[in-house]
Structures are given as structure tokens and as C-alpha cells.
């Protein structure tokens, strides 16, 4: 029974039945009435999932195409930007500057704690801080399970006054992040998240500071280009061929989304990622992020001494069919992690627990059986009806 | 019945129903062993079509970001680059070299012609082109129906030595283009066009000589950058998350081109390209493009003298459910277009074909009706049993 799986990685994601259906849908014409109704029925809901009134452009692309296009439309040769790296992303995103020529500036924290926002404010409070042009920040670290603290690091730079540019790939819809409120300039998000959809879509969302600054930066850019694509999309169409199959699922995941509302999914989202949290501390783990800063939507555990992190994960994989999410980079032989976002239910996480219980208990582990099973449902049972 | 329509446009082209029905399959994590198969056999099956046995890379993105990535992987900024161009994709072609610092020179073609092989031998027999880097060719000229004699161009190219990057985004497949055997450095394709998939996905296949320059080349990338993704895909994955549900497409869409043959869909396209053409004579249109280099994948029809463009083809989609191509820029009020590539069979040109002899004929044209369709079946009888 190979199919009944479980997929827990940060992405892709499990993507609802209805949406799956959806993409069976024939191919139409991307320059016709009925991509244009689409279309814009798509940018209507995605205005309520980032919270902002200002313009989003989609991208057919990988979130890391997102991040590509908020660089090298925001930015010129030279610009003098600051890195806030917390992990992976937080690195990735700040090489794509380097690489088409910002001065890249890093204040990064040690993987697995958040950004510090003392040694941020005093960044930007030295004189020869003026001239930092953007600051580059992740919403939530996908390598690590860290959130940072949104708002507070975006009273920082909005009292600089730099542009604030945020990787909310893994962060988007699972926590609360209102752009517009927060002043943040621009937000990139992926489909393969809590969008519930398959990965090949990204978004950028953009503040009218963003956009004005776009029209004064030099990075070369064809494919990513603001400029161009919010001229076709005034038609309701794109300089090139959208992915007309992902706009069809992101419609109906967008529908499912609007129906059971943002406060709700972040509720959703807080109590099974809590449940997780509790289990596995539960079963004697250790979480990897610092407390306080534990995201929502994925859980990094250390591997506990002694235990042979490929052989559990592929136990987990091929006895229990549950499938996880290993470090990245140095993390490699120091985490596992398990993505609990978007179309995720208290018995994904149940039945996570359980198989986690068993591979270690199989394993020689301490593992108890039962215990963290016990704790999950401690909190899950806090649910309103 | 809304649902009954008959898409004639070069792309997105009609998906094959179980092609679409592939993409209703459950998410699996990219980084686990039933990816890893996926990629290989998708890998294995790619060479086929695009007749190489060298690498082909591929990204979540539009045909235009092969286009970027060919030039962004293989020239450095103030490289000489030869534009040979035919129309609208030529001419992007040509754009994004410029965009990112190449000194790009034009060779065009007035729209309608292919390119002028002489022209083309004669400017890189000169004793200034020695520093000319990379000729850019479009294989086949979505904009004006027009298909080059690539054997020919291929082999003056070959003697000066030029590194030849292809745009065969919507000739691949369709018509014959032995990679190899021609000796072509990049050629670029896109998944919504005789691939039968939507569109979401683009494919760059590139020789040992490309790849060698590839390493020299510096012009700024991240997200296209061939080196990153050929690292990742020794290890069947890719540096960051692949559009996992058209990789299903792929997969099953490849598995039917194998199981047909490439030199039956050559022949497919070339007998439904000539019944169309001969179809639209007999009605008195006027093709646009030059006889002999008419394409196999899309046809440009001039507009006859006093129709109005926009009311016939909306007529055709309107009452008989039938979408075509408009002209693009400066062609827009000159042609309109019918695609018939990929999951295209005689019934849907002898259905195009009388629809468009009813809608010429209620809007005061000269249609007789049913002498486009009788030349078309004059055709489509020589197919063999």
C-alpha cells in the first residue's frame, strides 16, 4: 500500500483532492476571456492570503525564481544591502544579491536561533547605515523551524527606512504576516506551501515603495521583470505562458483557503504544530529552534545521540510510509524535520507521532510508546468545537 | 457546451486525457528515491525527442526562461552575439542577450521569410566576425508560421565555429531537429507545446562545447545557473523544488511520443500542416509565410482584404467553440494563426477548417462552403492505413 502515504516535509505539501481534480482540467487559451476571468479571480484571493491592496505578480517558477526577481528588480549593481541570515534561505537569499552584484552585508545568527533585533537596530543606527539600500530578511526558516519576529524587526528597518524584502516561502498562510500593516515592501511566497498546491508558482508581493524603486533599478532582468509583466497583466494577461494547470489548483486551494479563513488557518496551524512540539519533547527529543521562535509550519528535532539518522528516516519511509525532511547543509547530521503546513489534520500528526514512537522504539531509542501520542492529544483535545 | 472546444492555438496545446489525469497524483518528496526514478526516466526518455545524447537541463519556468538561461549559462557581458532573427521570438531572443551586456548584432529577416542562409555565410566569412561568439536561431518562428532550413544554417554556423543556441520552443517534436546530428550547442523547448503538457516547464539541452563555455561564461545567474542544477541532478534532484505534477505529465505525455515514434509525429504533423494549408488556399486565403518554409506546427493566414479580425474570430469562438491565434504586434491587424501541434488529429483541422468556412461565409467572405473541407480530406486520404 504504497500510495497510503504520508507526506511531512516542508514542501511540496499534500494537496487536497478537489485541487488535485482540478488540474485534469483541458488547457485553454492564456490570451482568451476565460484566462482573464482567471486571472483575476486568482489576484483577487491572493490580495486577502498576503493582506495587502497593492499588486502581486505570479511567476511560473520556484519560490527561489521569487527571491531571484525581488533582487534583481528592487536593486542595482552596488547597492549596499543587509543580509538578516538565519539559515539556508536566509544564505541563499543573500548570495542571489551577491551574485548580480549588491555589497552584501551579513548579520547572521547561529542556525536554529532567530534574528537578533538588538544588534539589527544597532546596525542600522550607525551613521555609515544610511546607505543601506534593502534589507533582506526570512519570515520563517525552513532548514531551522525558526519564525522570526515580524513585527518587531520591521519597526527596525521602517524607522531606517531601507526596503525590508521578505522570504515568506515557508511562512505564508500558516502565520499571520499582514504585509500591508507591517509596511513590509515585498513579500515572496510558493505554491508547493501552505497554498496547497503543487510546486512551479511564485509570488511577489509588492508595497507601491517597491514598485517605485523597481523603476529606478539596473540588475539586468528579462524573465523577472516587474515592469513588464504588470503591463500585460493590466490586460489581464502575461508577457509569456502562465501555468495555466497551477492556476487552475491555486484557484480552488484559494477558494478552500478564503472558506475557512486566515484566523482560523493560523489557529489550525499553531495548535498541531504545539501538538508536534509537546510529542516530541514528550518522547525525551530536543527541538532544535529556540523556544519562543518555534515555527508553525515545520518542526526541527536534533537527532538524539547514537541514533542513525538515515536508517530512522528510512524506516519511517518504508515501514510506516511517512515520509521526512532531512538537515540541510551542516544540519545534516544535527536535525530531521517534519513540515506540518497547509493540508495537514490532527491525525497527520497522530499518526507522525506514532510511527516516530515505533521507528525509534525499534531503533534501541527510549522511546516510550504511547507518550507522545498522549501529549499530542493533550492539545489537540484544546480544539473548540 | 462550453466544455466542447476545440483549442487552435500554438500553445498551451491540448492535453491528452491521461496526461491530465497524471497530474491528479499525490505530491511525493523531492528528495526521495520515486523522485529520483521519475527524473531519470524523464531524463532517459528527453534524449530521445531531442535526439542527444548529451545533458538536458530542466526548469519550473516558461519557454522564455530557456531562453534566458541558455544566454545567461553560456556568454559574458560585451560578447559579440549574432541575433538571427524571423519574428516576435527572434527577436526576444535577441533582447534578453542585450538586457544582460551582450554587443548584439541583428541579422533579420522581414516577417514571413526565414533567414537568409547567403546573408548569414557571407557576414561570418568576413574577417570581423572571428570575435562573433554566438549565433541565436529560432528553429521554428511562432509569430509568422515560418519554419528554417536549420541543416543549412547549422552547417554555415558550423564552419565559422560560433557557438548555436536554438529557440525550438514550438518546432521541437513537431519537426525533425537532430540535435547532434546538426551539431547544435543549446536547443531550447517548452513543455505546453508538441510535449502535449501545460505549460510550466522549459528544457535546455546543451553540447560538451556549450557546457565547456558554460564554465567560462559570466554573465550573472542563480536561478538559471547550469552548474548548480547539473550538480544537483547527479543526485536525481534539483537545487530547489521541481514542478513536481507536470513531471508526472511529462513522464506519461513522453511515454506516449515513444510509443508513437518520432518519425510517425513528424509525419502526423507534416500531412495535418499540409491539409490545413491546402485547405485554406482553396478558400482563397493567402498563407503568410514563404512557400517551402512553411511550418508543420503552426499556420499564419493573412487577413483578407475587408474582414474584421476581431469579430471573426471571436465568431469562431463564440458560436463554434473554436480558439485561434491572433497576429502579435505589429501583425495583429496583418494575420491570425492556427496552431495544430502536439495531440492533434485530422478531425480537429477538418473541424477548424469548416468552422472557419461558416464564419467567413456569415460575415459576407468568399467562402464556398465545404471547399476547404474537401482539400483537406484530398490530403489527410494519402495517410497510410
Redesign the interface.
Known sequence: MK?K?L?M?P?????PPGV??S??????????PEYARLQREILRKLRLVFQTGHEIIL???????GM?ATITNLLSPGDHVLSVSIGVFGDRFA??AE???AKVERLSSEWGQPADVDALQERLARPDAADIKAVLVTHNETSTGVVNDMEAIAGVIREHGALLLVDAISGLIAMDLPMDRLGLDAVVA?S?KAFMI???LTFVALSPRALGASKEAR?????WDFGMMLKSMEKDQT????????YY?LDEALSLIEAEGLPAIFARHALLAEAFRKAMEALGLELFAQEGYRSNSVTAIRIPEGLDVKAFRKLL?EKYNV?T??GQQRLESEIFRIGHLGFVGPFDIISTVAAIEMALSEMGGPAPLGQGVRAAEEIIMRKPL
Open positions: 500510495e502515504q507526506l516535509i514542501g511540496p505539501t499534500p494537496v488535485l481534480k488540474m485534469a482540467t483541458p488547457m485553454i487559451n492564456h490570451r482568451g511567476f511560473p517558477a520556484s519560490g527561489t525564481g531571484e548570495r542571489i551574485v548580480f552584484g510558493g508547493q503543487p510546486p512551479g540588475m539586468p532582468r528579462y524573465y508577457p509569456y505562458t502562465p501555468a495555466v494547470s497551477l489548483a519511509r515520509v525532511g532531512g
